[in-house]
Each structure stands twice: as C-alpha cells, then as structure tokens.
C-alpha cells in the first residue's frame, strides 16, 4: 500500500470534497459570529445536533444587506472548501439570506433598530419648519414624475417661493452616495427647507432612503429637512429621521407651503376685522369726548379756581392751628423740665457722691498698708488673694503684708 503524507492526503481529501459540493444551499443558526479585520467574516453554523464552520470573504460579504447576528438563522448559499493546513472543511459563502424573509426587510428592521436606540428619530431634536418659506431645494430624479408633482403643487399653492433643484441619482447601488452628496451641499446654502424624496417602487427602488449614510446626513443637516418617499403606505428611514415625514411627494408641498387662496381669504378677513375695530375706535372716543365735554360745562374753571383758594385756606387755617397747639405743648414741656432740674442734677450729684464714699472704703479696706496687724498677713496665688483653705500640698504661694513678700511652698495640710 502506498503511503501519503499529511499534505497529500488533504490535498486528496480537498479536490475530492471542492469537486463534489460545488453548490450547497445549508440552512442553520449563526453561532460564533466574527468580523475580521481583512472584512472576511467568520462564523459556526448549527443546528439542533451538528455544526459546521463556515467563511464569507471581503468581496461578498460587502453585498450584504443586513448584519449577521448570534443566533440568526440563515440559508447559506456556498461550496464546500477544505482548509488544508489544518484539515478542517467549511462552507465558503457566497451569499447569505435570513430564514423565512428577506433580507432588505431584516436590514430594514436591524437599522431601524440601531438608529431608534442612538435617538435618531426622538421628536424633541425635530426642527421646526417656517410657516412661510423663501427657498427650498428639492433632491430627487430631475426626470422623475415625483419632481413634476411638486412643482405643479407648488406653482398653484404659493407662487412668492425660490426652488432650487438638485438631480440625483434615486435607486441603485449608487444612489445613496448621490443623496448624500447632496444633501451636504444643500445644507450649506442657506436654504428654508430641504425636501429629499421620489415617487412610488419595490423595496428595491426606494432603497436608496434606507441607507445608513442617507440618515445620518439627514440627522446632522442644520436645514429643517422633508422626506416624501413612495406612496402612503411606503415608510423608508429617511422618513423616520426627517423633521417632517410626507406620504407622497405632492403631499409634501402641501404640508409646508402656504395655499395662496387661503391666504387672500384670511387677508380679507383681516380687513375686515381691522375696519371694524376702527370703527368700534371711532364710535367709542366720540363718546368720550361727549362725556367730557358734558363734565366740563358742568364744572367750570372759574369754580375749580374758587374751590381750589378755598381749600388752600383752610389747608392754612389748619396748618396754623396745629402749629400753635404744638408750640405751647412744647412751652408747658420746656417748663416743666426747667422746674424739675435743679432736683434732678441734685439727686444725681448725691447718688455719684455715695458711689465715691462706698468705693473709698472698700479701697481702704483692702490696702495691705492697713492690714499691719502682728501675727497676720494676706496669702495670694498667681497675684490672687485666695483664702488659705482653697491651698492645697505643692502649691505655691505668696504670703504679703504691707512690708514683705514671702514666696512659699505647701508641705503639708492639716483641717483643724
């Protein structure tokens, strides 16, 4: 028997198997789901009792539409590869479909997930769209009927309004990046409003708005922005993220233009209101002037004059009364004051001469000087007298009469 080597026998067992399964449609749960750097995806396809490895490379894994996530199941379309270094067969991928729906709804719904969580679509970041726009720019087809419905819209409904037209591309692979673009230049221009959108298609056709990059230049533009994708019943992501979502793009321009119509009416309306507070105005000041005229003829200037002097002299009489009765309040005040004085300052001198007495005495009381007596002398302690039963052993002491100092020293207590 002929002996193989490793590498030989791999190399068999790889023709063999890559001959055999070049086609393979395998359906199972993602497990191990890793995203390389190189853009190659790796990943463990299972089911309930078995599991095979599986590889997507970089080319075909950028056709996906949707992310591959744990625990999705998919159906694989692939061929049967063997990894010779290692021995160990995979699928090599070719493409990959959710199980049981497509996969632009499944992508549909992972974004719309993804971009509700990072606050895309939260009403309190929606900017207000003025009432009475100068200048949109409208992107969409230039050949498009989308574009002619605005523009027949727009000319019956509000004619005082400039609309700038940008030509995008509005399905395909290549339509996103042309809406982007843009979008990004519009938002410079200083424009009111900006309205992105195209008529109704396939999920396929309206696509292009549920691209990622189409919602975040929607999401970071500064202008107030309008989606009107499809039909009514058609919701794209651009509508999710704009400041204002339109069924249809000829709804669109009847949402933020004024109707013209509508505004003569109201003009007239205003009119008519104004004339009549005018006139309510008028009416009520004659009136007035009515009233006052019969108050004036009624209560002439010579008798307000009259009236007027009158007042003033009794404003003086009482002025003069009340100062007269002050005065000689303040007389009887001053008198008696004047009278009670003398007692006052009289009885004050006694009481301070008292005061001075008591102090001389208590002074003479105390000075050492006096204190001479044989046999007696005055004990202090930190330049207090104290008494000599508050000493207690150790302390120090100074015994003073009015001659000598004597510091000393308890060595002992007795109570007698």
């Avoid at 424009?191 to 292009?208: C, F, K, N, P, Q």
């Avoid at 007042?311 to 007389?331: E, P």
Wanted: hydrophobic fraction near 40%; proline fraction near 3%.
């Amino acid at each position: 028997m002929y002996t193989l080597s490793v590498s030989s026998l791999n190399e068999q067992i790889k023709t063999l198997l890559e001959s055999t399964f070049t086609r393979v449609l395998v359906e199972g749960e993602l497990s191990r789901v890793t995203l390389h750097n190189s853009g190659h995806i790796y990943f463990t396809l299972k089911d309930a009792s078995s599991s095979i490895k599986a590889v997507m490379f970089k080319g075909n894994a950028s056709k996906l539409k949707f992310q591959l996530q744990e625990g999705l199941k998919v159906v694989i379309d692939g061929a049967v590869t063997l990894y010779k270094p290692r021995g160990e067969y995979q699928i090599n991928c070719f493409s990959i479909q959710p199980s049981g729906h497509g996969a632009l709804a499944l992508a549909y719904e992972q974004l719309k997930n993804k971009l509700s969580a990072q606050g895309y679509f939260d009403h309190s970041i929606k900017k207000e769209l003025p009432k009475f726009p100068k200048k949109i720019a409208f992107i969409t087809s230039a050949t498009g009927a989308a574009l002619q419905d605005m523009l027949r819209v727009a000319q019956n409904r509000y004619r005082a309004i400039e609309i700038d037209i940008y030509d995008v591309l509005v399905q395909g692979e290549s339509a996103a990046p042309s809406i982007v673009n843009a979008l990004n230049i519009a938002d410079t221009k200083g424009y009111d409003i900006i309205v992105t959108g195209r008529g109704g298609g396939s999920i396929e056709d309206l696509w292009a708005f549920n691209e990622e990059i189409v919602a975040d230049a929607i999401f970071r533009a500064k202008t107030p922005v309008v989606s009107c994708v499809g039909h009514e019943i058609d919701w794209v992501i651009s509508d999710f993220v704009a400041d204002l979502r339109a069924p249809t793009p000829s709804a669109a321009m009847q949402m933020i233009l004024p109707d013209c119509n509508e505004l003569y009416q109201y003009i007239d309306s205003l009119e008519t209101q104004y004339t009549q507070k005018v006139m309510q105005k008028i009416y009520n000041a004659k009136q007035e002037l009515t009233h006052l005229i019969n108050l004036y003829s009624g209560h002439s200037i010579e008798k307000k004059i009259t009236q007027k002097i009158e007042d003033v002299k009794q404003l003086r009489n009482s002025y003069n009364q009340t100062i007269s009765f002050k005065m000689h309040s303040f007389s009887k005040e001053v008198e008696s004051i004047k009278f009670r004085f003398p007692d006052i300052i009289k009885s004050k001198f006694n009481i301070a001469q008292n005061q001075v007495l008591t102090l001389q005495k208590m002074l003479e009381s105390n000075n050492p000087k006096l204190k001479s007596k044989k046999g007696f002398a005055q004990i202090s302690k930190n330049s207090k007298v104290i008494d000599i039963g508050s000493l207690r052993v150790n302390d120090i002491f100074d015994l003073m009469n009015n001659k000598v100092v004597i510091s000393a020293k308890v060595l002992e207590k007795n109570n007698i």
